[in-house]
C-alpha cells in the first residue's frame, strides 16, 4: 500500500512539473491570453453597467420633444427626431422604443413598408407595447396585400401577451383574413375562440353573427 501511494505522489510531482514546464516556456503567451480576458471581463462590466445606464439617461432626454410632437400630431416634425434617437442610441430600450414610434408615425403617413422596418427592429421583450407593435405590422401587411403576413402577425399579437383587452380584438382581425383567404374553418375556429375565452370582450357582442357566416360557408350551419 505504501508503494501504491509513493507511485501516486510521484505521479502527481511529475504531472505538476509539466505544468510548470508548460507555464515558463509559454509565459508570454498565458499572460498575453489572461490579459484579454481580463480586458473583456472590465469591457463587460463597464459597458453593462455604466456606459448603457449613461446612454439610457441620454436617450430619454433626446427622445422627449419627439414624444411631445408625436402626441400633438406632429408627425412630420417627430420622425426626424426619433430617428436621430435611432442613430445615437439605437441599442438602448429608447432606442428600440423610438422604432415603434416611428413604425406608428409611417403608417400614419401610408408609408407601409417604411412602417414594417421600423415596427421590426423594435424590441419585442416589451410586454405592453409589443403585441400592439405586432398587430400594427398585421395592419401594415393587410395594407401592401400580404394576407399570409398579416395573419402571422395578428396571431403573434396574440401570442405576445394573451390579455381580455387585446387578444380578441387581434384575434378577430385574423378571422377576417382567414375570411379573406377563403379558409373560412380556420376563421370559424377563431370566433368560437373569442365567443369562449373573452366573451366579455367588446369583439364578442356581436360574434354571433361572424361565427354562423363561417359556419354557412364551412357547411356546419345547423
Known amino acids: 500500500m505504501a508503494d501504491e501511494n509513493k507511485d501516486v505522489m510521484l505521479d502527481i510531482e511529475s504531472r505538476w512539473s509539466n505544468v510548470e514546464d508548460y507555464f515558463q516556456k509559454n509565459k508570454k503567451r498565458v499572460s498575453t491570453i489572461t490579459t484579454i480576458i481580463l480586458v473583456a471581463v472590465a469591457g463587460y462590466f463597464a459597458y453593462t453597467y455604466w456606459y448603457m445606464p449613461g446612454q439610457e439617461k441620454e436617450a430619454e432626454v433626446a427622445i422627449y420633444p419627439a414624444q411631445r410632437l408625436f402626441a400633438i400630431d406632429s408627425i412630420n416634425k417627430a420622425i426626424p427626431l ?16 423610438a422604432n415603434y414610434y416611428l413604425g406608428v408615425c409611417y403608417f400614419q403617413k401610408k408609408d407601409y413598408q417604411k412602417a414594417l422596418d421600423c415596427l421590426e427592429k423594435f424590441d419585442a421583450n416589451d410586454i405592453m407595447v409589443s403585441p400592439i407593435a405586432a398587430g400594427l405590422m398585421g395592419d401594415a401587411e393587410m395594407q401592401l396585400g400580404h394576407n399570409d403576413a398579416a395573419l402571422e402577425d395578428y396571431l403573434k399579437a396574440v401570442k405576445r401577451n394573451d390579455n381580455d383587452l387585446t387578444a380578441p380584438i387581434f384575434l378577430k382581425k385574423a378571422a377576417f383574413v382567414c375570411e379573406l383567404k ?4 380556420q376563421a370559424l375556429s377563431l370566433y368560437e375562440n373569442i365567443n369562449t375565452q373573452y366573451h366579455s370582450s367588446q369583439e364578442a357582442q356581436d360574434i354571433e353573427k361572424y361565427i354562423a357566416r363561417a359556419k354557412a360557408h364551412t357547411g356546419s350551419a345547423q
Request: net charge negative; charged share 20%.
Open 82 to 97: 426619433f430617428e436621430s434617437v435611432v442613430d445615437q442610441y439605437g441599442s438602448t430600450k429608447i432606442g428600440h422604443t
Open 182 to 185: 377563403g379558409d373560412y374553418s
